[in-house]
């Protein structure tokens, strides 16, 4: 069962695919009408899988099914380019170049890794004490969040050229929500 | 054409998160690759249990007596024995195992379907696998560690990754090869970036969270649990029998197995956890799961067999729930075949998002006059290493039981060193085919061990499979069977797309 469940929405991915292809290809007053099919198509094999296989194990089924599908379809339109021709027109920006200083370097890898981590765990413990709910439910959420909070952080200090900014916003938040956490405690 | 839906984004900002999506990569993309190539190794462990150990009885169903019977030879097996854990058949690891604990020392049987040892159960690639995926092989508590931090690094590299990419959906159905390799490494890193996104970020987040754990619990225990990780722990634990250290009968588990059965027909016993078997504080864990769901419960017993509760799928909170279905949502282990395939292929195009990302910056660098010659080669010998490192692990174990680390450290270290003295493309050509012939004789030694013998038939699968990844290792020329001429592509009136 699960087998045909994977398989139809495999399938209907591609076509979802193949439909999003078409409004990008298309002209202007049917791209809206193609767009909306191609997601509502995509929708209906989520909702499709999660009938078929329950609602945990279809949702996570669909989720890792329907990208085949589609890159199935992308890569169907694998085009060869000749290595003789003039290569297209740039059109992708580069990196920014930054002045390369030892401490801001040390200071970015520092609010990157450590800070960063010890600002998201602030973060979801303040989430964990401050959220009403069974205890369970708030510690796997808060638990979640933290990979989601520190790799958001990475992903601003890497890219954010106001280096102390940043160091002043993380340290804050992680003082704050340690001490917030700690004058309400944990109850269960 | 029609206006993009997309919005506008600042070029500046474009630039400052592209300069920290390739930080970020480069910083971790060598353990970022090493966790998503072990990982999509790991999605079929279980085939490769059948493969290991191809003449272990094929058991499909333990009946309670079996496992009653399994319990007391572990008993009798280790008298001391203060665990003794019965891991039961699945659809896709048709084995009976019983593992014995006196503190931390284990030893494991498989069992056939009465429930007697057959064997003492050792799976080195098995183990090899699962320990680089989880630990690198490093001691396990920083290695947990690391591997979280990559999961982190590989969240962050998503998000930025998308930032930096404004033409990331503009482009999304380009896929081209040849000419200009930034833009094929381009296409290639954004295409599977992009559509698979949903899973990229699913496997990271949990991959982070199963690594994470450790540490998360104990911060939140040394803040809200004057440091008592224990109670932690307690909120997610099935209740305990009173403390009692007199002695007691083993529990009857064919009693608890048939009661369960009646109680829950449609459910399937995954394990059964027995703590102090000799006393009255004998602790007794069911692990059970069931169709159209994927969340596990653990109902426990006392020793007398009465029920003292259970806990997993949710019924009582969302984040028991959440709690029990990590772990499947992590491995793919929750739809049979058909999660296992389209995992297995979305993590081979994980460790290709991570591969061309690399390849992408050393293009670049050679397109602005700056190329590093030497990075070029030694990534491409990285990337290549493990499918020959992989492959000799198994021929290693198959044909002459040889230890997997050594033979993996000694194998990419050997790969490493052909960037000493190739080029990118011969190296690339040369560890292909090194990787090609390992694991080619990787399957025919082991035909060559088990013909004759009764065997799992799942082994000869798995034969097969290596023998096909072999040719398609030495076949990257299939791509342009498949290939065809690019005419400019067009829109629907037939005026060209910019940029094109």
């Known amino acids: 069962m699960t087998a045909v469940t994977a398989a139809l929405v495999a399938v209907g991915g591609a076509a979802a695919c193949g439909t999003l292809r078409a409004a990008w290809k298309a002209r202007a007053a049917r791209r809206p009408w193609l767009m909306m099919a191609g997601w509502t198509l995509a929708a209906a094999l989520l909702a499709a899988a999660v009938v078929l296989e329950g609602g945990a194990p279809g949702t996570f089924l669909a989720l890792a099914v329907l990208p085949v599908g589609a890159l199935a379809l992308v890569a169907s339109g694998l085009k060869l380019r000749d290595p003789r021709a003039r290569p297209p027109r740039e059109v992708a920006l580069a990196p920014s170049d930054r002045a390369s200083k030892a401490w801001r370097g040390g200071l970015r890898v520092l609010l990157a890794g450590p800070i960063g981590a010890v600002a998201a765990m602030g973060l979801a413990l303040a989430f964990v004490v401050w959220t009403p709910g069974a205890p369970q439910t708030r510690m796997v959420l808060g638990g979640m969040l933290v990979p989601l909070l520190w790799g958001g952080a990475m992903a601003w200090t890497l890219a954010d050229d106001r280096i102390l900014r940043a160091t002043a916003v993380l340290v804050g938040v992680a003082v704050v929500t340690f001490a917030a956490s700690a004058l309400r405690g944990f109850s269960v | ?500």
């Open chain 2, 1 to 500: 054409m029609s206006r993009p839906i997309w919005p506008s984004v600042p070029s500046g900002f474009v630039r400052a998160v592209l300069a920290g999506h390739s930080a970020l990569g480069l910083a971790f993309a060598a353990l970022i690759f090493l966790v998503c190539f072990s990982g999509t190794a790991a999605v079929f462990i279980h085939e490769a249990t059948r493969w290991e150990r191809a003449g272990d009885p094929v058991v499909h169903t333990v009946t309670p007596a079996a496992l009653q019977r399994g319990f007391e030879e572990g008993l009798k097996a280790t008298p001391d024995a203060d665990r003794v854990v019965l891991n039961l058949p699945s659809d896709d690891l048709p084995r009976y195992v019983m593992s014995t604990w006196v503190k931390d020392d284990s030893r494991m049987w498989v069992m056939d379907a009465d429930g007697r040892p057959v064997a003492r159960l050792v799976e080195p690639w098995t183990d090899f696998v699962q320990d680089l995926h989880i630990y690198l092989h490093l001691p396990h508590t920083w290695g947990l560690f690391v591997v979280g931090m990559v999961g982190v690094a590989l969240l962050s590299s998503l998000v930025s990754g998308l930032l930096a990419h404004p033409r990331v959906f503009r482009d999304a159905f380009h896929l081209r090869w040849g000419g200009s390799k930034r833009l094929q490494e381009a296409d290639l890193h954004n295409r599977i970036g992009v559509w698979a996104l949903p899973f990229h970020v699913t496997l990271s987040l949990t991959g982070a969270l199963l690594g994470l754990s450790t540490v998360i619990v104990g911060v939140l225990a040394m803040v809200v649990f004057k440091g008592d990780t224990g109670k932690a722990y307690a909120l997610f634990a099935t209740p305990e029998p009173p403390a009692s250290t007199a002695p007691a009968a083993p529990a009857n588990l064919a009693a608890i197995s048939a009661a369960l059965a009646a109680r829950l027909p449609d459910a399937r016993t995954t394990f059964v956890f027995v703590e102090d078997p000799r006393l009255a504080q004998q602790h007794i864990s069911f692990g059970v799961e069931t169709p159209g769901r994927l969340s596990r419960v653990i109902y426990s017993y006392d020793h007398t067999g009465a029920l003292l509760g259970g806990t997993g799928y949710g019924d009582r909170n969302l984040g028991e729930g959440l709690f029990s279905a990590i772990g499947p949502v992590h491995f793919g282990w929750f739809g049979g075949w058909a999660s296992k395939i389209a995992y297995g292929l979305l993590g081979v195009g994980l460790c290709v998002v991570t591969s061309s990302g690399v390849a992408i910056w050393l293009a670049r660098r050679r397109a602005r006059g700056q190329p590093a010659p030497r990075w070029e080669r030694i990534w491409t010998a990285a990337v290549w290493s493990q499918p020959v490192a992989y492959g000799a692990t198994m021929l290693g174990v198959v044909a002459a039981n040889l230890p997997t680390v050594p033979v993996w450290g000694a194998t990419t270290l050997a790969a490493l060193a052909t960037a000493a003295a190739l080029g990118p493309a011969a190296i690339s050509r040369v560890l292909r085919a090194a990787a090609a012939a390992t694991l080619l004789a990787a399957g025919v030694a082991h035909v060559t061990v088990w013909r004759g013998q009764p065997v799992d038939p799942a082994a000869w699968g798995m034969d097969v499979a290596l023998v096909a990844l072999a040719v398609g290792l030495l076949t990257p020329e299939t791509w342009r069977f498949f290939a065809r001429p690019a005419p400019a592509p067009r829109l629907d009136d037939g005026r060209a797309i910019p940029g094109e």
